[in-house]
Every structure is written in C-alpha cells, then in structure tokens.
C-alpha cells in the first residue's frame, strides 16, 4: 500500500488543530469562569498587565492565555503595542448574556463530558446506557445556558407566533406542558408572556424539578398557581380535563428511550385541536448532509449524551441529537398526529409543529 506523504502531512495539521481547540476549549472554560472575556469586552486594546488589574488574575498566567486566544482567533492582537483585544463581534458570541448566539457555556459542558469519560468509555463496550442524572452535575446548567439565549430571542417572538392560531389561543388562558423542562427556563419564559395561561414543566429529574422551582419563585411566578413543576416521564405526565392547548418538547424528544411513545402520550394528552410544539437542532435527513462543523458538534454531543440518555431508558429508541425533519416527521405519523411542518429555523434550532 502506497502512502500519500501529502495526505498525511494534511491530516497531521488537522490532528494538530484539533488538539489545539481541545486544550484552547479547556482555557476558554477557565477564562469564562475567572470573567476575563467580560473584562476585555468594550474594554478596547490592553496589555496582560491591564487585563491582571482589571480581573485580579496574575499576569505571567495572562500571558500564555492571552497568547494562546490570539493564536485561536479569539482575540486580536498587536505587535507593535503588545496589546490584545476582544472584537464586539466575538463578544456576542462569548459574553453577552443577551445576545442569541451566546456559546461560551459550551466550555462548560465540555469540561462535564470529560467528567464522565470512565462511564461513557464502558457504555461505548456494554451497549448500556448513561442517564442524564448520572452524567456530571457541570452538564446541567451549562446546558439549559446553550439554549436559553435562542429560547430568549425566538420563543416569544417568532416561534409561537408561526404556530397556527396558538398565540392567540395562550392570550385567552389554556393549558401548556413543557416536557423535559430541566431547568425551566422555556416554562418560564412562556408563563412571563401569557399571564392568563397556565403552564407546568415535566421532567423525571428531580434535582431539575427542584431548580426550576426555585427559578419560578426568584421570577415572582411561584404563588400563584400558573406555573408548577412535577417530576414524570415523557410518557406519564398527567393532563388537565380537557388535555393541553399546548405541549412543548424544547431540545428533548431525541433524548427519549422511546420518543413514539413520547409523541403519542403528547397526542392523547391534547386538548381538541391542540397543537404540539417541537424544537430540535438543525440538521439535514442524511449523514451527508451534517458533516460540516454544527453537524460535528451535534454527532459529537449526541454520542456522549443523547444517545446515552436514550439506551439507559426503556424503548433505547436513540434518535439521536442530529435527526432531520423526515425522521421527526415519521416519529410523530407513529404517534397518531396527521399534521408536521417546520415552521422556524434560527443559528442552531429548527422549528416543528404537529397536530391530531
């Protein structure tokens, strides 16, 4: 067999940035955390010496990490001044709380999967399963601060909106199940824009529940009774008289050991006419269509928790995190719903909506 000197030449560069990324994905986590990235955002040029008396941080440490997200491009930096600098734009994407494209929580879970690799490694072997409340505490949080900048951006505003006739069906009261909620920022959010409507949040983590609980209350929504969170499963969740006007599964049906029968407990659990809401991430119906670098992360975090979740449950269906809308679509044609469009795409989600 004849080699490729060329060829390997490339893939040792490819090799070598990937391991790059992995260390810099390590700084970045630690950057976050000490809030450098907040220190440098609007902050113009500074020097390591700055950054050190703006965070407390030493600076012989600035130095090297300052070095290393120049080499990234991360952040820009100046020879001449040896300064380095953190451009609005990058800002968007690692500080700002506000802003839709907020990914530095993504260091965060990365530091989680590592966590749990001993665990991950032996169910890669057995073929078993890694529960979502087995995998390292790190991954909960950081998960639910991935996806609340779109819910922030998009639910209220757009999503419900293209949903036929719902917005105005939550404007005159009706019931909404948000089902696995974690930490309940989707449920919250929703129970802030319809205050006439009523909305409980599922999940069968408990410590989720809890925290959910606590982040109704801190909003000023936990007395009233429009808002609760209940432990259950995606298929044993209660409804009220007359079924759910509305039920929510906001990046959690591919997590589910059996999602048909997630889909079809949503269908039998609708009021007449009700609409189910699903939002996933954006993918394309074939293996081919995700190898880019979205698709890479979404395989990526499908393999060492989607899937996982999946096998520890009953069913081990394993839609695993990168499903298009045809396999969604046929998911939901199992459980009884005649109705399946997309109907919004943001960054990194897709929108459905299926009916009886």
Same mark, same amino acid.
């Given at each position: 067999?004849?080699?490729?000197?060329?060829?390997?030449?490339?893939?040792?560069?490819? $090799?070598?940035?990937?391991?790059?990324?992995?260390?810099?994905?390590? #700084?970045?986590?630690?950057?976050?955390?000490?809030?450098?990235?907040?220190?440098?955002?609007?902050?113009? +040029?500074?020097?390591?010496?700055?950054?050190?008396?703006? =965070?407390?941080?030493? /600076?012989?440490?600035?130095?090297?990490?300052?070095?290393?997200?120049?080499?990234?491009?991360?952040?820009?930096?100046?020879?001449?001044?040896?300064?380095?600098?953190?451009?609005? /734009?990058?800002?968007?994407?690692? &500080?700002?709380?506000?802003?839709?494209?907020?990914?530095?929580?993504?260091?965060?879970?990365?530091?989680?999967?590592?966590?749990?690799? @001993?665990?991950?490694?032996?169910?890669?072997?057995?073929?078993?399963? &890694?529960?979502?409340?087995?995998?390292? %505490?790190?991954?909960?949080?950081?998960?639910?601060?991935?996806?609340?900048?779109?819910?922030?951006?998009?639910? $209220?505003?757009?999503?419900? +909106?293209?949903?036929?006739?719902?917005?105005?069906?939550?404007?005159?009261?009706?019931?909404?199940?948000?089902?696995?909620?974690?930490?309940?920022?989707?449920?919250?959010?929703?129970? @802030?824009?319809?205050?006439?409507?009523?909305?409980?949040?599922?999940?069968?983590?408990?410590?989720? $529940?809890?925290?959910?609980?606590?982040?109704?209350?801190?909003?000023?929504?936990?007395?009233?009774?429009?808002?609760?969170?209940?432990?259950?499963?995606?298929?044993?969740?209660?409804? %009220? @008289?007359?079924?759910?006007?509305?039920?929510?599964?906001?990046?959690?049906?591919?997590?589910?050991?059996?999602?048909?029968?997630?889909?079809?407990?949503?269908? @039998?659990?609708?009021?007449?006419?009700?609409?189910?809401?699903?939002?996933?991430?954006?993918?394309?119906?074939?293996?081919?269509?995700?190898?880019? %670098?979205?698709?890479? #992360?979404?395989?990526?975090?499908? =393999?060492?928790?989607? &899937? %996982?979740?999946?096998?520890?449950?009953?069913?081990?269906?394993?839609?695993?995190?990168?499903?298009?809308?045809?396999?969604?679509?046929?998911? &939901?044609?199992?459980?009884?719903?005649?109705?399946?469009?997309? $109907?919004?795409?943001?960054?990194?989600?897709?929108?459905?909506?299926?009916? +009886?």
């Amino acid at each position: 067999m004849s080699i490729d000197e060329r060829k390997v030449e490339q893939f040792l560069g490819q $090799v070598v940035g990937d391991l790059g990324a992995t260390v810099s994905t390590a #700084l970045a986590h630690i950057g976050d955390r000490l809030g450098l990235y907040r220190a440098m955002a609007g902050a113009g +040029p500074l020097t390591p010496a700055e950054l050190a008396a703006r =965070t407390g941080v030493h /600076e012989r440490y600035l130095q090297e990490w300052l070095a290393n997200q120049a080499a990234g491009g991360y952040v820009g930096y100046e020879p001449a001044r040896g300064t380095y600098e953190l451009p609005a /734009e990058h800002a968007l994407v690692l &500080v700002d709380a506000g802003s839709p494209v907020l990914l530095a929580p993504g260091f965060a879970q990365m530091a989680a999967v590592w966590a749990v690799e @001993e665990r991950l490694e032996a169910a890669f072997r057995s073929g078993g399963g &890694v529960g979502w409340h087995e995998q390292d %505490p790190g991954l909960f949080g950081s998960t639910e601060a991935i996806f609340a900048p779109a819910y922030r951006a998009h639910l $209220v505003d757009s999503w419900i +909106p293209a949903l036929d006739g719902v917005q105005a069906r939550l404007r005159q009261g009706g019931h909404v199940a948000d089902v696995g909620c974690g930490h309940g920022a989707s449920t919250i959010l929703l129970a @802030e824009a319809f205050p006439t409507a009523t909305f409980t949040g599922f999940d069968y983590h408990d410590a989720s $529940v809890e925290v959910a609980r606590r982040r109704a209350a801190d909003a000023g929504l936990g007395d009233g009774g429009r808002i609760g969170f209940e432990v259950a499963d995606a298929g044993g969740y209660p409804a %009220p @008289e007359g079924g759910y006007d509305l039920i929510c599964f906001f990046d959690a049906l591919h997590d589910f050991g059996d999602a048909v029968g997630a889909a079809a407990h949503a269908r @039998e659990s609708l009021a007449e006419d009700g609409t189910v809401l699903l939002v996933e991430i954006r993918s394309g119906d074939r293996t081919e269509d995700n190898l880019n %670098p979205l698709g890479r #992360l979404g395989y990526g975090m499908s =393999t060492v928790v989607c &899937v %996982p979740n999946a096998l520890a449950q009953e069913g081990r269906y394993a839609l695993g995190g990168q499903a298009g809308a045809a396999a969604i679509g046929e998911i &939901v044609g199992k459980a009884g719903f005649t109705r399946f469009r997309t $109907v919004a795409d943001a960054a990194i989600h897709r929108v459905f909506e299926a009916r +009886p």
